[in-house]
């Protein structure tokens, strides 16, 4: 595969593609009279991707500028030795000009698809959803239960989250007493507070009480998978979305990719597709080559 690699880069790069101008792009080494640009050790660190040794960035281009030479000595050798001509390179060398052409296009697709104007949308979207979603601001304190089939340990557990909302009733401060009493330890830092959480984001039995409950309550003993709790209600408000430019990233990831996945389904859909080695089957719509199926608009956790 090597031998591959060298080839095409030596192909392409260094004898066919017309060189940029010597000021943007200069030559860094030259090899049997061969230039290596800068451009090409950005093809190769492109490549090798995170098999480039850790270093400082002198470091790293050394290595580089080692990787390519060897590389292109090698593809020399492998000519005069009439590699090209075997049949087996031959199918390696149609293989990765596939996949050279796959992923120029795919970038080049997702970098058209990823518009300003493209990316406003999915973030307006996005906003008009979060702002139909309610967020509790909501501290608690928690009994903890180590194992749920424990009868004994649980009733323990719910005596004491009883007897705390009874000196809650008789008027004894909440943050005090999640400070003193509470088994979850960040709790104890800061009063068991939870910040402001939508109903997603807690287990259920936790996330119906704490959203039932109007600002200022304090709930029943509430029972989850973590043990017995008490749950004061601090603030209610709809869901704020973050500023687009703290999310401008993720969204440039997903407009990229919804891109990509929908070139890719539509020449799938145009295509004749025929598998020989099964039966026949409608084909599937397809995620992009090396990219994830589209995550929801991003959103503020």
């Known amino acids: ?33 061969v230039e290596i640009r800068q451009s090409d050790l950005a093809i190769a660190e492109e490549d090798v991707g995170q098999n480039v040794p ?11 500028v080692n990787y390519l030479t060897d590389m292109m000595l090698l593809a020399k050798a492998a000519e005069t030795q009439k590699i090209t001509d075997a049949p087996d390179f031959k199918k390696r060398l149609a293989y990765l000009r596939s996949k050279a052409l796959m992923e120029t296009l795919l970038r080049d697709s997702g970098k058209a698809g990823a518009t300003p104007d493209a990316m406003q949308h999915v973030y307006q979207e996005a906003v008009k959803q979060m702002a139909e979603e309610q967020e509790v601001h909501a501290r608690h304190i928690l009994f903890r239960v180590a194992d749920a089939s424990d ?16 000196r809650i009733k008789k008027g004894e401060d909440f ?3 999640a400070t003193d009493l509470t088994e979850d330890p960040p709790g104890k830092a800061d009063g068991g507070d939870l910040g402001f959480f939508t ?37 209610k408000r709809k869901r704020e979305a973050p500023p687009f430019e ?47 199926t589209p995550a929801p608009a991003p959103e503020k956790k």
Request: no cysteine.
């Open 151 to 166: 009868q004994n340990a649980s009733k323990a557990a719910e005596a004491k989250a009883r007897s705390t909302l009874d």
């Open 1 to 33: 595969m090597a031998l591959v690699l060298t080839a095409v880069l030596t192909a392409g790069a260094f004898a066919q593609a017309p060189a940029p101008a010597a000021a943007t792009d200069p030559v860094v080494a030259k090899v049997n009279g």
């Open 246 to 292: 703290q999310v401008k990233d993720q969204i440039e990831t997903f407009v990229t990719r919804k891109a990509q996945i929908e070139l890719l389904n539509k020449l799938r859909a145009e295509a004749k597709i025929e598998r020989l080695d099964k039966p026949e089957a409608a084909p599937a719509p397809a995620a992009a080559p090396g990219a994830p």
């Open 54 to 64: 850790a270093g400082t960035p002198d470091a790293k281009r050394d290595w580089l």
């Open 199 to 235: 109903k997603d984001q807690m287990v259920p039995e936790f996330s119906d009480a704490a959203f039932k409950l109007d600002k200022g309550q304090v709930s029943e003993p509430i029972k989850t998978s973590f043990g017995w709790h008490l749950i004061k209600v601090e603030d």
């Open 175 to 177: 943050v005090k007493l």
